[in-house]
């Protein structure tokens, strides 16, 4: 089981540089874990992708089926107010944006005493050094 954040999730559905990286990383181990907003995230990304040109209405299409598909399988933690006061927490140790201290705030209530036992899977640098400073393996792509 791991522990996905939006940034690793993006390259799940559209072609990106991680793409293989984070397909490799999802054949392994196939439990994915999120945070009750990464469907939100994740389509924000699509749908700015669309808006930019990056991303034609087909590939659109394309990714939201890939969502879909990914949110039926994965496991979601909830918010709610343990994960308020832990992100709250996390947000005067750690220089994060409130979503991606909402994600590791998940993460950690989800781990309870084991950190080293639940990986996190991200892009994202700022998230992926505070969960290494709460004892957290981080998964990231070669060379990012």
Do not use: C, I
């Not at 140790?93 to 950190?115: F, I, K, N, Q, S």
């Amino acid at each position: 089981m791991r522990f996905w954040d939006a940034s690793a999730l993006v390259p799940l559905l559209v072609q990106e540089e991680a793409s293989g990286w984070a397909a490799s990383l999802l054949a392994e181990d196939p439990e994915v874990v999120v945070f009750w907003a990464a469907e939100v995230e994740a389509a924000s990304a699509l749908n700015r992708r669309l808006r930019e040109g990056h991303l034609d209405p087909e590939g659109y299409a394309l990714a939201q089926e890939r969502l879909r598909r990914l949110k039926a399988a994965w496991h979601e933690v909830l918010p709610g107010e343990r994960v308020r006061r832990q992100a709250l927490r996390l947000l005067r140790l750690h220089p994060l944006r409130t979503l991606d201290a909402l994600h590791l705030a998940a993460l950690v209530l989800l781990a309870g005493e084991d950190p080293k036992g639940l990986p996190l899977v991200s892009l994202d640098a700022r998230l992926a050094q505070a969960a290494l400073l709460e004892g957290f393996p981080v998964l990231r792509p070669p060379g990012v």
